[in-house]
């Protein structure tokens, strides 16, 4: 413990966020740090518990507690106090290959489980972890570190979001020789075209990326494979072949009028938004334009919180964000008991912007869509919602959604945004490698393993489990290619923690 009594000497101090009706005026991350010395006592909070849940990763209750990648917290927290940032920088990385995207946007499972947030505040570890790593960016210690010994042995990832990026590192470390194929024109997958630029400056995806290829992985865009390249082809030019394309499907929504014009899948909006702004600052207007318009954003999720946060930056007339589930309680309820992940209502900066410009939340609760109206040309004009409410059904004991009647209402509507979540791998990728899958579309292993039903070929990530945080995917990403590992040299010494 660097400081026994810090936890009572000092508060929680987190980075300031600018002023929401300034930072909608730009696309750039909006949150100002704080100093260094003010955060080497924030690591002096960290109590270094007997049993650090922070660090733990359980499931508990169905919901992940503490940091699937088992970071040692309190050991860097430690050494942010003492200021030894080369070491904490050091002990960081042991566990974590991508700090520079989790300090921005992984939902701190290690602050929710921390032993001070049971009777007051958490530790600010996660932006203890942005001030260790934008320090080692800043110092060199994050430079390039080119492996000493190479095998010979080929491997291709497939898709670039962070398990592959993960993947590919970890093998690359090794001694492999790693190309990375990814279809879209910048490498990043989920983190560069599925999160907005003010939750994550691209500029810092391609930071690390850029060091990645120092260090000797090939990346290859605007190829897709089991479309452009063969996998046939894959498997003929590569010892091994790691499948971690992400969970592609979108849930779409089934109802009367849904081929009006003017419906956009959230990954679809995102994405187009993000290419517009980095193509030409938003010159080319290959974006979805808002400006002046009624928008409603199915899905109250982060991804549905991206959505409100763009929408308003580019001018929306009005934005309604519509959940099925009930509001969740603004505290802890008796059975949601520390260190379980809180269930409790989250007004994220989308929702705080939303609330400065329109004098209100934006979300709806228990509601869902009924029906999309049109004019005679085919384009969305409202949208037609119900209340719903959930029941435990009868015969299967399994909590139903069912419509309260005559709660039906108008919500005028020119751009309808869907925001429901995906449902797993894109099935001509899995039919290309012959893999199966299982009821829910992602690729099948056995339990705990990552080899998939085809020889020499692989699976992790989103792919694998389904929809999940970037933390759980490089998580996947270092445990997959220690199975790969083994696989190719009969024995592995790359740790997964």
């Not at 409100?308 to 099925?324: A, N, P, Y």
Request: hydrophobic share 35%; aromatic share 8%; charged share 25%.
């Amino acid at each position: 413990m660097g400081k026994p009594t810090g936890f009572l000497e000092y508060n929680r101090e987190t980075a300031k966020a600018q002023d929401p009706k300034s930072r909608i005026r730009h696309f750039d991350e909006f949150h100002e740090h704080l100093p260094m010395e003010k955060q080497r006592l924030q690591g002096a909070r960290c109590m270094d518990c007997g049993v650090p849940f922070c660090q733990s990763g359980m499931t508990l209750a169905g919901m992940t507690s503490g940091c699937p990648l088992h970071n040692l917290v309190p050991e860097w927290n430690e050494l942010v106090y003492m200021g030894n940032w080369q070491e904490a920088y050091s002990r960081l990385h042991k566990t974590n290959n991508f700090p520079e995207f989790t300090s921005r946007v992984c939902p701190a499972l290690c602050e929710k489980a921390c032993t001070c947030s049971l009777d007051g505040e958490a530790v600010s570890t996660r932006e203890n972890e942005y001030a260790i790593i934008e320090n080692a960016y800043r110092k060199g210690y994050a430079a390039a570190n080119l492996p000493k010994v190479r095998t010979g042995k080929k491997v291709a990832v497939v898709g670039s979001g962070p398990s592959g990026l993960t993947v590919a590192d970890q093998l690359n470390r090794r001694g492999h020789l790693v190309t990375v194929f990814e279809r879209s024109d910048r490498v990043g997958g989920l983190l560069m075209y599925g999160i907005p630029n003010m939750k994550l400056e691209k500029q810092i995806i391609e930071r690390k990326v850029k060091i990645l290829e120092e260090e000797g992985i090939v990346f290859v865009t605007g190829v897709n494979v089991g479309k452009d390249k063969k996998a046939e082809a894959l498997l003929q030019e590569f010892d091994a072949v790691v499948l971690a394309c992400g969970s592609s499907n979108p849930r779409d929504l089934s109802a009367p009028g849904r081929d009006a014009k003017g419906i956009y899948f959230a990954v679809d909006f995102l994405s187009r938004n993000t290419k517009s702004l980095l193509d030409s600052d938003f010159a080319d207007r290959k974006y979805v334009e808002v400006k002046g318009k009624n928008v409603v954003i199915v899905g109250g999720g982060d991804t549905g919180n991206d959505c409100v946060g763009t929408c308003i930056r580019h001018g929306c007339k009005s934005v309604t964000q519509i959940e099925m589930m009930p509001k969740a309680p603004e505290e802890r309820a008796l059975d949601n008991p520390w260190p379980e992940w809180p269930k409790v209502c989250k007004t994220d900066y989308g929702q705080e912007e939303a609330i400065a410009v329109f004098g209100k939340d934006p979300r709806i609760y228990e509601t869902t869509v009924k029906e999309f109206l049109k004019d005679k040309n085919g384009n969305l004009t409202a949208v037609k919602t119900v209340e719903v409410g959930f029941r435990k059904d009868e015969k299967s004991g399994r909590m139903v959604m069912a419509e309260q009647t005559g709660s039906e209402k108008e919500l005028p509507c020119e751009v309808l945004i869907i925001a429901t979540g995906f449902l797993g791998s894109e099935k001509y990728v899995t039919d290309a490698f012959q893999v199966e899958v299982d009821g829910r579309s992602n690729v099948k292993t056995e339990e705990g393993k990552f080899l998939t039903s085809a020889a020499r070929v692989f699976t992790a990530g989103d792919m694998h489990t389904g929809q999940s945080l970037v933390v759980k995917a490089i998580r996947q990403g270092r445990e997959c290619a220690r199975e790969v590992d083994l696989s190719l040299m009969g024995y592995t010494n790359l740790a997964v923690q």
